[in-house]
């Protein structure tokens, strides 16, 4: 698995430039699986702040073809502090299970969110 990109939308879908506290923003993320196999994957976002606080956390789970490439929009309401956040894009073979597995390196990106 391998994420190709990661966008920050509104809720029209249109491509988000300055992120305001409070506001719901959508966190578009696009993957492809490039394993021979079909494969079960758990995409997990994690919302840190500043100081590395998870102030989010969101999940889906799926099945994926071999070849296939999906998007999954989920959506985040900004804290009311402004500031720096980080955001980690993980794609594991599940959630419920003893013994996760990831399947994809992880993927960071960086929004402020202003006043």
Do not use: C
Not at 24 to 45: G, M, P, R, S
Not at 59 to 82: D, F, S
């Amino acid at each position: 698995m391998q994420v190709l990109s990661t966008r920050f939308t509104n809720a029209h879908g249109l491509d988000l430039l300055d992120i305001m506290s409070g506001q719901q923003i959508n966190i578009v993320v696009t993957f492809k699986n490039y394993q021979q196999v079909e494969q079960n994957y758990a995409l997990i976002i994690q919302v840190e702040d500043s100081n590395g606080i998870v102030t989010h956390i969101d999940w889906v789970e799926g099945k994926l073809a071999y070849g296939q490439t999906t998007q999954h929009t989920r959506q985040w309401i900004t804290p009311t502090e402004q500031g720096l956040y980080r955001i980690k894009i993980f794609i594991w073979d599940g959630i419920f299970i003893i013994a996760p597995t990831p399947l994809s390196e992880r993927t960071v990106e960086n929004i402020h969110v202003s006043e």
